[in-house]
């Protein structure tokens, strides 16, 4: 069983920066793609972004997110990553961790982080 963990979420303002942080544990889970989904008040869950465990650093991101949102891994400390600039009030929301054994349909997914842009 896989879990993840977030952190990294908080109240920031709009134009600022946050990273967001999970930490993977339990199962095997080096055939999984790991990867962000957010979901907007009164919205629902959205794919942002996602990256290969294992091999090679192939990332996948939603259109949305191309350009100011990056995602990263680092392998020797089951982390993954969602580095985010230049946040716009729109990118408020609860951000969530996922392991997916096929991108796009994931089978895990963490408790989630809040995110709120405001100023």
């Known amino acids: 069983q896989v879990q993840l963990v977030e952190s990294g979420g908080g109240l920031v303002q709009p134009g600022g920066s946050l990273r967001l942080s999970c930490v993977i544990s339990g199962g095997t889970f080096s055939a999984y793609d790991m990867g962000w989904y957010r979901q907007a008040p009164g919205s629902g869950r959205e794919f942002v972004a996602a990256i290969n465990w294992s091999g090679g650093s192939t990332t996948y991101y939603a259109d949305s997110a191309k350009g100011r949102l990056t995602i990263s891994k680092d392998n020797a400390k089951n982390t993954v990553y969602l580095h985010m600039n230049s946040l716009k009030p729109e990118d408020t929301a609860i951000y969530y961790c996922?392991?997916?054994?096929?991108?796009?349909?994931?089978?895990?997914w963490g408790p989630g982080t809040q995110v709120a842009v405001s100023s």
């Open positions: 996922t392991a997916a054994s096929t991108l796009g349909r994931p089978d895990y």
